[in-house]
């Protein structure tokens, strides 16, 4: 079946408005010979003279009045659909985001976050979910909206990135921990008995690479797959916790915490979505408040 020329609406919608085709012709910028050509082919597309002589000027069929605003409404929905979005109203705004973030993040970022959008979009739900792992699938197949996390080989080329803050790895411990007291050198902290953290069930990183580097290695008691895991059990034992500084800020609340006595690379925590997501204003808003929650402590 032939495609109708759909630019013949709006041509459509100027004639039965104007019910004259000079004056159509120079509402469109056309010539008068080619707006007399376009209702030719109206007519001939709808079956129907839709516009007829009587005296001097042009008068209506039954079908071109049926058509006005049937019409008028499609060239108006039309028009709607291709303009840019316009900027939303967040108070009447009523949506569920899902956020996908290592352990940690939604503790220390979530309740301002969270304060954030009930006093900007009261209508809007946070919904959080773990990160078992940097497959970027769910954000492609529109299963979550946004995700934090350091950007790694295994990310879809299409995902987008913005960097929230950097971080670093430090050491913490329970108050009254033997490392509390006195400067803490790499064979103090290697001497120490130490939780690791680690998804994927290794039993070393960056941090056993620079002690080994000074002939040192430190003794693993425990691995797990979470920093407030790792946190919760230092609080309770004499274990001590490497974990990222920014992202375990409030669970490390009444503990010690210290510099690694190691050099250890920093490290880029971003904030990703899926392209298609980029123009949606309330997408945008919401990638707005992220950023500015995690910069408020920079």
């Known amino acids: 079946m032939a495609i109708p020329d759909l630019n013949l609406l709006v041509t459509l919608d ?25 209702l030719a082919r109206l007519r001939e597309t709808t079956g129907d003279p839709l516009l007829v002589r009587a005296g ?63 006093e900007e979009a009261p209508g809007v739900r946070l919904r959080f979910v773990q990160k078992p792992n940097k497959d970027s699938a769910p954000l492609r197949d529109g299963a979550i909206d946004l995700e934090t996390g350091v950007v790694g080989s295994s990310m879809g080329p299409e995902v987008r990135a913005q960097a929230l803050f950097r971080d670093r790895f430090i050491g913490v411990v329970h108050a009254g921990h033997p490392l509390c ?13 130490h939780i690791y953290v680690s998804r ?19 003794q693993i008691a425990t691995i797990v797959d979470g920093f407030s895991t790792a946190v919760a059990l230092a609080r309770a034992s004499d274990l001590v916790a490497s974990v990222p500084e920014r992202h375990t800020g409030m669970l490390r609340a009444g503990m010690h915490s210290f510099a690694l006595p190691v050099a250890t690379p920093e490290f880029t925590v971003s904030l990703l979505w899926h392209p298609r997501m ?21």
């Open 14 to 38: 100027v004639l039965l408005a104007e019910g004259s085709v000079a004056r159509a012709a120079q509402r469109l910028r056309l010539s008068p010979s080619a707006m007399s050509r376009a």
């Open 278 to 298: 980029q123009a949606d204003p309330a997408h945008r808003w919401l990638r707005g408040c992220v950023r500015e929650v995690c910069a408020v402590d920079r």
């Open 200 to 218: 994927r069930g290794l039993d070393k990183g960056p941090i056993d690479e620079a002690l080994n580097a000074l002939g040192l290695e430190r």
């Open 56 to 118: 001097r000027g042009l008068v209506p069929t039954p079908r071109a009045l049926e058509l006005r605003e049937r019409v008028s409404q499609l060239v108006q929905d039309g028009e709607a659909v291709l303009r840019p979005a316009e900027k939303i109203d967040l108070q009447q705004l009523v949506r569920t985001f899902t956020l996908r973030s290592s352990e940690g993040f939604v503790e220390n970022f979530g309740p301002g976050l969270i304060a954030r959008v009930a």
């Open 181 to 193: 007291q006195g400067a803490i050198t790499p064979a103090r902290y290697a001497a120490a008995r």
